[in-house]
């Protein structure tokens, strides 16, 4: 047996699970709740696990916390939510403090890979930032928010068009283009018109269902069938390997500008 906290033990084998840890702390202090990136990875376990836990305590609390954890006295909110059976400050929240507390260097990849999970979404976050006074690196949050504002829909969308095609070489790149195919009306998300080659963000609404996907495939045969070269992209392309979809988008457009 290894002790987890005052009072709280759990088999050797179990020290480092997650949902023992959230456990842990809701019965070593039954009034606080996990928050930060152990809530979210609660919620959304494809998260990544914290090497710390944050817990939220009330004002007036004393507590010697156990190395692997921080306490973080607050107003405790009255909702709560039960991802896993363990007590937590809901979402928004959870991931304002996992912002707040983390380095700055990985405040941006926590934001994102939550959001691309869907634990809440940014308008929810934007709430909650607006309702907290203090918020450690709040500029950059807030310009990161505001991208959204401008009429990206999804995490991908932003992180292309502010980080992945952000130098001048995509300037002629259109964002959200309206096309007009022989058969209908469609948006793309990135359009050099000149050249006629669009760019898709495959985000949830191609993964998710099959109906979704079969739509998906319809678009991209008429936008073929209207002479226009379709790029397409995931998360991982954008986040992991930004450089070589800058190269095959460039390459394209001038392949096709050379022809033309």
Known sequence: MTRLATGIYCGSAHTTNPVVLGEALNR??????????????????????????????????????????????????????????IACLEMPRALLDAWRFAAPAQRRDILWAALWARVCTWKQLAREAQRTPRIAGRRDLERLLGWFSEGATTPLEVRAKHEAFADPRFHEFEWQAALALPSRRVSVDMLHRRAGVVVELDGDRYHSTRDARDKDRERHTDLTAAGFVVLRFGWNDITRRPGWCRERVLATVAARLASG
């Open 28 to 85: 070593w202090v039954p009034r606080g709740a996990v928050t930060g990136q152990l809530a979210l990875h609660l919620y959304a376990p494809r998260l990544a696990r914290p090497e710390r836990s944050d817990y939220a305590i009330a004002h007036g609390l004393h507590l010697e916390p156990p190395a692997w954890a921080r306490l973080h006295q607050v107003n405790l909110p009255r909702t709560r939510v039960f991802p896993q059976g």
